[in-house]
């Protein structure tokens, strides 16, 4: 049966973001948050007692008429106490934690994703949540436990798994039409000198999960030549998707341009192009703040 995988992360960012452009609110700060808080993360970890399991893989699978879907993620930790299971689901932020009121929303959805699937594998009645978030400067640490039954957990989780199901339905009929697509895809040109072999060789490169480095001179066709054979590979279920990075727009073009001739031959895969947001800003200068 055909697989939808997707992180519980992924899955309460993916339906229940929310942001801003506004540079007032530290987006840089956030990302060296993330870069921090796994040295965070473990010595916390090291602090708890006995009755602290850390870094807890979790799994659940749902079936569905077209596909399996597969939740995974890992709980920072479980804490097993006499007559109380508790998820602790612990993050690194630079402000100040006494001026939370409570948790963000996204982090205690993910906490409660956990919290379910443990207490669905270990048959729990209910359970406890605790967030821990901790200052990256000071270490100061500031807690939000609360407590859910079951069934609470049970009718949130399949309101959240209702609201990506659609998304889910989207994906399995693209990946279908994707593949249907591809099996019967051909190079667009004949074939010039060396350009089979460097096809052949892309393609046993992603068979084989190996690194190919190649060097050859401008003009040959390379980027038509590996992005086909990355194609194929997709097609036969050999990769899910394919990244083509450049430090040049004209690089950029070149590659958009390969993939819209493969789509006027008949290829139906979703391509999208990021483009660096100082190069979309309209203003002269990226500020991005209302003042």
């Known amino acids: 049966m055909e697989q939808i995988k997707i992180s519980v992360r992924n899955l309460v960012e993916f339906i229940l ?7 007032r609110r530290g987006r840089a700060a956030q990302k060296e948050a993330m870069q921090e808080g796994s040295k ?6 090291r602090r708890m007692g006995a009755s602290y399991q850390p870094e807890v893989s979790l799994k659940i699978e749902l079936k569905r008429q077209k596909y399996l879907l597969m939740i995974e993620g890992r709980a920072d930790g479980i804490i097993e106490e006499e007559e109380q299971v508790t998820v602790d689901e612990i993050k690194g932020i630079f402000q100040d934690v006494n001026l939370l009121e409570g948790p963000a929303g996204v982090h205690l959805a993910q906490a409660k994703c956990y919290a379910y699937i443990v ?7 209910e359970i406890s949540v605790q967030m821990t978030y901790c200052n990256l400067d000071t270490e100061e640490i500031r807690r939000f436990r609360e407590q859910y039954s079951f069934e609470e957990l049970k009718e949130w989780f399949e309101g959240l798994i209702a609201a990506y199901e659609k998304w889910a339905d989207f994906q399995y009929e693209a990946k279908v039409e994707r593949n249907a697509s591809i099996a019967g895809l051909e190079f667009p ?10 096809a052949g060789d892309v393609y046993r490169t ?5 690194i190919l480095f190649i060097q050859a001179p401008t003009g040959t066709g390379k980027t038509i030549t590996t992005v086909f054979p990355a194609v194929k590979a997709v097609g036969e279920e050999l990769a899910d998707k394919i990244f083509y990075l450049t430090a040049k727009t004209i690089t950029r073009t070149v590659a958009k341009e390969a993939f819209d001739l493969l789509r006027s031959r008949g290829y139906q895969g979703r391509v999208i192009t990021i483009t660096a947001k100082e190069k979309l800003c309209f203003c002269e200068e990226m500020d991005c703040n209302p003042e």
């Open 17 to 23: 973001r929310s942001g801003d452009i506004d540079n």
């Open 119 to 125: 207490a669905l594998q270990r048959q729990l009645s």
């Open 40 to 45: 965070i993360h473990r010595k916390i970890q």
């Open 189 to 198: 040109f004949p074939y010039r000198e060396g350009q089979k072999k460097l």
């Open 206 to 210: 992603i068979n084989r999960k190996k």
